[in-house]
Nanobody, 124 residues
Framework: QVQLVESGGGLVQAGDSLRLSCVAS???????MGWFRQAPGKEREFVAA????????VYADSVKGRFAISTNNARNTVNLQMSSLKPEDTAVYYC??????????????????WGQGTQVTVSS
């Protein structure tokens, strides 16, 4: 059983940076980890993914070059560093974990465990 708790959301202005963290208890070294987001009235969409311990990462085209996903084994956290934020990045951001040795997927149904979400609001 993996438990995920996100933090770090908030209200920022366009162009600012923000760092989201997800504390993952019960994970294994081979667990694929992902960040997804859901804006009001829209479906949940993939943002970024990494296998615990890295180094392979996957990004949505909309965030490539602006966001960076990483893991911190000592702190059991998966971080999402977001830079050059845009109003269209406004959403609830969710941390997700797949099954050990599962594929590094961009599809939400491939992830089994989910956090409660953290709100990110970017004003123009």
């Amino acid at each position: 059983q993996v438990q995920l708790v996100e933090s770090g959301g908030g209200l920022v202005q366009a162009g600012d940076s923000l760092r989201l963290s997800c504390v993952a208890s019960g994970r294994t070294l081979s667990t694929p980890m992902g960040w997804f987001r859901q804006a009001p009235g829209k479906e949940r969409e993939f943002v970024a993914a990494i296998r615990w311990g890295g180094p392979v990462t996957v990004y949505a085209d909309s965030v490539k070059g602006r966001f960076a996903i990483s893991t911190n084994n000592a702190r059991n956290t998966v971080n999402l560093q977001m830079s050059s934020l845009k109003p269209e990045d406004t959403a609830v951001y969710y941390c997700a974990a797949g099954m050990p040795y599962g594929r590094l997927s961009q599809v939400s149904r491939d992830y089994v465990y989910w956090g409660q979400g953290t709100q990110v609001t970017v004003s123009s």
